[in-house]
């Protein structure tokens, strides 16, 4: 098929591998434009504007694609692209740009969304963040029909994931990425039989995974230990749970949770390799941490730098 796809993140980019390797015919990529990043923060191509140079694919890297917006250059060059290249259907991954009506309404089949979730549940930007922080048992990808509503469209394909007590975002990010790529080249196959059946969202059990925002980071003690354990797991690779200790400003990566009635923040336990500290219910057993301009460690190693006393 002449497939459109629109996607930015290594996530995206799994699935434009994916569709590249069933030999579709990817008629133009959309990603966003480069980004500074790093310690020199130099601007950096996407993973998928990697992808699509090494394939030879034709690229475009609108700033906008609403026509009456800050930018409505880039998006009548992109219609224009659109245009030209006559896809039967657009597939997007994580793209990081609302698609307003008219690319929509363009491509003969629609276009086509590898979403993070089990839909209704977690609409939004952050999926995977957010059913593990909230302590979800499975997750999955939908393959869903995109209309103008925030993930409201029809299901078309699903399938779903337990999440392990071990799970963190990027651990989980890379099965549903798997998982994600296979589906979406599946409902392409299902689509060339007219073999689809999309099924409307159930009208009850809708949440919202709105998009990760650094002031979360900053653990707070006075709530509960499996919480804030499951949050360490939700915020890792980005952006990661911070805390001072000893006077030094670090991040927590892995933590346990223990029995330990205290404080909300007291060191209940430092020492033999260990860091506990209280919760508002609970403790937590620090695991892996990180200091400023350093690597992660393990609790052992920091101790051995940084000698604490129980409170």
């Known amino acids: 098929m002449r497939i459109a796809f629109a996607g930015t993140p290594e996530f995206a980019r799994t699935a434009l591998a994916a569709l590249l390797d069933a030999g579709h015919e990817l008629v133009l990529v959309l990603t966003q434009p480069d980004r500074p990043a790093g310690r020199g923060m130099k601007l950096q191509a996407s993973p998928v504007k990697q992808l699509a140079l090494e394939r030879a694919v034709p690229l475009a890297q609108p700033r906008s694609l609403r026509l009456d917006g800050k930018f409505p250059e880039d998006a009548a060059a992109a219609r224009a692209a659109l245009r030209d290249a006559a896809p039967a259907v657009m597939v997007v991954a994580a793209y990081g740009l609302i698609l307003p009506e008219w690319v929509l309404a363009l491509p003969r089949h629609g276009c086509l969304n590898i979403h993070g979730s089990l839909l209704p549940r977690w609409r939004g930007a952050a999926p995977i963040q957010r059913a593990i922080e909230a302590g979800d048992a499975a997750t999955g990808i939908t393959i869903m029909q995109m209309d103008a509503g925030l993930d409201t469209g029809a299901m078309l394909l699903a399938e779903a994931t337990p999440i392990g007590a071990q799970d963190t975002a990027a651990s989980l990010h890379e099965r549903l990425a798997a998982i994600g790529a296979r589906l979406v080249v599946q409902a392409l196959a299902d689509v060339e039989r007219g073999a689809l059946r999309p099924q409307d969202q159930p009208a009850t059990g809708a949440t919202y995974a709105r998009k990760i925002d650094k002031a979360e980071a900053a653990i707070a003690w006075h709530e509960p230990a499996v919480v804030l354990e499951r949050r360490l797991r939700a915020f890792d690779p980005f952006p990661g749970c911070t805390t ?44 892996e941490l990180q200091l400023a301009g350093g690597r992660r460690i393990a609790a052992r190693d920091f101790l051995q730098r940084h000698p604490l006393a129980p409170d």
């Open 244 to 287: 001072e200790l000893a006077g030094q400003a670090l991040k927590v990566w892995r933590g346990r949770v223990v029995p330990g009635p205290g404080r909300p923040g007291q060191v209940l336990a430092a020492d033999d390799g260990r860091i506990v500290l209280a919760c508002g219910q609970g403790a937590l057993e620090l695991l």
